[in-house]
Each structure stands twice: as C-alpha cells, then as structure tokens.
C-alpha cells in the first residue's frame, strides 16, 4: 500500500493551501481516510479524518477553516486549509485505515509526509 501525498508549502497568514493523496495498492475496504500533523517538539495529533460512511472529525482548533472530502472511487482524501495560522505550521501525514483480515482493529498506513509553512 502507498499513499501519495502533495500540495504543501509555504504561505502566509491567512491564506490557504489544499492537501492531496491517493492510496494505491492491495487492500480491502477503508475504515478512513484523513491527515494527521505533527510540529517541531510535538506529538503527532489527528487534524481531519472521514471515514467510508461519510462522518467526519476534527481537530478542534481547524474546525471551520479546514475541510476534509474523499472520492472513494479515487481513493483519494484532500484537505482544504483555509485562513491559515502559523500555528499550523506542522508536518502533514495522510492516513489510510484499513480493516485487518487476521484480528479484529484496524491497520493504519501513512504517506511521506508533507510540510506546511504559514509565515505570519
């Protein structure tokens, strides 16, 4: 499995960018796609997820400046940033749960990682 992931950068506050990734590969069903960031001297922390049956769950503090949409059929998650803080400065990991075939839970995958800059 390989998720691609594009479109960070550099940006300054208040603008926007949009997050691009597609998964590839061999797996069966999707609990959710989404992204996760993690800064400098931070942990990892989910930003924005959607799951196949379309609920979706943010990180509080994105609520209303970011938004998160799949094309199931492209097995693609994009995340829509807008009015950018420099506290969203981080790096961007898409993620891919998959159901596991041996045990019940799910199997998480995570694409290269893409940096975000918001200058202020």
């Known amino acids: 499995v390989q998720l691609q992931a594009s479109g960070g950068g550099l940006v300054q506050a208040g603008g926007s960018l949009r997050l691009s990734c597609t998964a590839s590969?061999?797996?069966?069903?999707?609990?959710?796609m989404g992204w996760y960031r993690q800064g400098i001297g931070n942990k990892r922390e989910l930003v924005a997820t959607r799951t196949s049956g379309g609920t979706t769950n943010y990180l509080e503090s994105v609520k209303g400046r970011f938004t998160i949409s799949r094309d199931l059929a492209r097995n693609t998650v994009e995340l829509q940033m807008n009015s950018l803080k420099p506290e969203d400065t981080a790096i961007y990991y898409c993620?891919?749960?998959?159901?596991?075939?041996?045990?019940?839970?799910?199997?998480?995958?995570w694409g290269q990682g893409t940096q975000v800059t918001v200058s202020s």
């Open positions: 993620n891919l749960a998959v159901p596991r075939s041996d045990v019940p839970g799910v199997l998480d995958y």
């Open positions: 590969g061999s797996f069966f069903g999707i609990n959710s």
